[in-house]
């Protein structure tokens, strides 16, 4: 279990120390490593966060978050890829070299082989977010069944996601405001069904989908890869 988060701040407002309070409250899944990315981008500043609990691979290679050889996109991922060495044969043929043995690195050889759509190839249980600069797209991805959360928010000129509420919670813009239809059902179920969650304007990203957003018109599009 690992734990990713981020946000893509529209008014270039948000700094460092508000991504790794972020990441620090997503400690407790994952205490071998934390990592920070930030970068300023003409239309937002992004930031992706990463706590890390070693299955894998052991070494620093498998730390995150983890950039493309050309800079161009970045991925933080919590999940396990069943078929990640399977997968490494065809992705070299299409030009991917590999510089370690973990199964993230073959997840963003895989977007940059096929885009968005290589989510199709994987079996196990994952949620990732990878920031493309080229595509100008942040892409969250969550696994057929769900077994891996993702919890997304847009207010007040920043869009938020995160393994976990509370990481969205560390973000001075979020807005802490329970969510009535949420919490009928909460009452009802014992539980909140997705999309909603017990709090307004945040959502869990669905099983067997993707999520794109699009980094200059913050045009937010879901696409059902599985059913």
Known sequence: MCGITGFVDFRHNTPDAVLEAMTDALGHRGPDDRGHYVTDLSSCRVGLGHTRLSIIDLSEGGSQPRLSRDGRQAIVFNGEIYNYRELKGPLSRFGARFESTSDTEVILEAYRAHGALSVE????????????????????????????????????????????????????VFERRIDSQSLHE??????????????????????????????????????????
């Open 121 to 172: 190839s994987f079996i196990g249980m994952f949620a990732y977010a990878i920031l493309d600069e080229k595509r100008r797209k942040l892409l969250l991805v969550r696994d057929r069944a769900g077994v891996k959360p993702l919890f997304y928010a847009q207010m007040g000129g920043v869009f938020l996601f995160g393994s976990e509420l509370k990481a969205l919670m560390a973000h001075p």
């Open 186 to 227: 909460y009452l009802r179920y014992g539980w909140v069904p997705g999309p909603r969650s017990i709090f307004e304007r945040t959502f869990k990203l669905l099983p067997g989908h993707f999520l794109e957003l699009d980094l200059d018109t913050r045009a937010v599009v879901q696409t059902k890869y599985w059913d």
